[in-house]
C-alpha cells in the first residue's frame, strides 16, 4: 500500500508541512457539506447532518481537477473506489498518493488545496467541527488536539472500515439512524485524536459500567414508545455522564452499543407483532419509526435472512 510522497521539500520540512492552514479569515470560510457540493458539481448520494455541525457525506463524483478552498471543518474520507494514483498541491508542495479500499484521506479545518483525481470517486465524508475534537479530547481526559495532519491516501484501515460503515447502515428509521450516526462520529472524533492529530494523544481505557439504576434509566429511554429523546446526548445527561463516557459503560453493561441495544429491540419488536398480531406490514413498520414498508423489509431481512412476510409465515 502506497504512502503519500512528498516532493520538493522532505516531509515534515517548513517548506511542506502536513498540517497548513490558509490566511483565510474563519467566517469567510464555506460550511463542507457546501464547499464539497460546489467544487464536486453534483449532489450526494446520501447524506445526513447533524444539530452539533457534524456530518457524513456519502459522494459518486467524476474525476476532479480543482482546488477545494477552505472550509469550516476537518473532512476525513474513506475510499471505496477503483485504483488510482492522486495529486494534492498545497503552495509549493506536492503530494501524490494512492486511493484505495482501507485508506483515509484528511482535508484539515482551514486548509486548502489543489487536487487532480484522473478517475471516478466513490467515497464516504466525514464533516468535524473543531469543537467537538475539543470536547471528546476534554470528556477523555486527554489533551486538546492542536493540528490535524493532511493526508492523501494514508493507510488506516480501522477509520475506513468505521466511515464506510456509514453507507452501509441506512435503515429510515429517524431514532435508529440517528444514534448510529451520532455513536459512529464520536467514535471517529476519538480515532482522529490518537491517530492522526500532530501531538499524539493517549485515551486511558475506561473500566466499568453504568450503575444499576442508571441503567435502567437509559433502558427505559431506549424502549419508550413515546416521543422520548433517545440521541447520545440525552441518554448520556439522564445517566450523569459525558457522551464519550456513557458509550463505553453502557457497552460495559450490556455487551452492546446503544444503537445495537436499540436495533435488537425494535427487531423483538417487529417479532412479536409479526407472530402475534394480525397487523399489516406496513403498519408494523410505521408503529416502529420506518420511513416505509420497504426500509422496514430491508432492515428486517439484513437481521434475520428473511422477508417480514415470509417470517411471519414460518412463524405462525
Known amino acids: 500500500m502506497s504512502k503519500p510522497i512528498q516532493h520538493d521539500a522532505p516531509e515534515h520540512s517548513q517548506a511542506a508541512p502536513e498540517a497548513r492552514q490558509t490566511d483565510v479569515p474563519s467566517n469567510e470560510h464555506r460550511t463542507a457539506d457546501a464547499e464539497m457540493a460546489r467544487v464536486l458539481g453534483t449532489t450526494p448520494f446520501h447524506m445526513a447532518l447533524d444539530s452539533s455541525g457534524a456530518g457524513i457525506a456519502h459522494w459518486k463524483h467524476d474525476p476532479l481537477h480543482d482546488v477545494v478552498e477552505p472550509m469550516t471543518h476537518h473532512v476525513i474520507m474513506a475510499y471505496n473506489g477503483t485504483v488510482q494514483h492522486v495529486e494534492r498541491r498545497s503552495g509549493q508542495s506536492v503530494a501524490t498518493g494512492t486511493f484505495r479500499p482501507g485508506v483515509v484521506i484528511i482535508i484539515p479545518e482551514g486548509s486548502s488545496s489543489r487536487w487532480d483525481i484522473p478517475k471516478p470517486v466513490d467515497v464516504v465524508q466525514l464533516y468535524l467541527p473543531h469543537a467537538m475534537l475539543t470536547r471528546v479530547a476534554d470528556e477523555a481526559d486527554a489533551a486538546a488536539p492542536k493540528d490535524i495532519l493532511e493526508r492523501t491516501g494514508h493507510p488506516d484501515a480501522i477509520t475506513s472500515r468505521l466511515l464506510l460503515s456509514a453507507s452501509e447502515i441506512v435503515e429510515s428509521n429517524d431514532a435508529l439512524d440517528t444514534l448510529f ?108 419509526g420506518y420511513a416505509s414498508q420497504t426500509a422496514f423489509a430491508a432492515a428486517f431481512k439484513k437481521l434475520t435472512g428473511e422477508a417480514p412476510r415470509d417470517w411471519r409465515r414460518r412463524a405462525r
Open 181 to 288: 450516526r451520532q455513536q459512529l462520529t464520536e467514535l471517529l472524533a476519538t480515532r482522529l485524536l490518537l491517530a492522526h492529530a500532530s501531538s499524539p494523544t493517549t485515551i486511558q481505557p475506561i473500566r466499568g459500567g453504568l450503575a444499576p439504576k442508571a441503567l435502567l434509566r437509559a433502558i427505559e429511554r431506549l424502549r419508550s414508545d413515546s416521543d422520548a429523546d433517545v440521541s447520545l446526548a440525552a441518554l448520556a445527561s439522564e445517566a450523569g455522564l459525558s457522551r464519550f463516557h456513557f458509550c463505553r459503560a453502557f457497552r460495559e453493561s450490556t455487551g452492546l452499543s446503544p444503537h445495537a441495544w436499540l436495533r435488537q429491540h425494535r427487531l423483538e419488536q417487529a417479532m412479536n407483532m409479526l407472530q402475534n398480531t394480525d397487523e399489516p406490514i406496513v403498519s408494523v413498520a410505521a408503529e416502529l
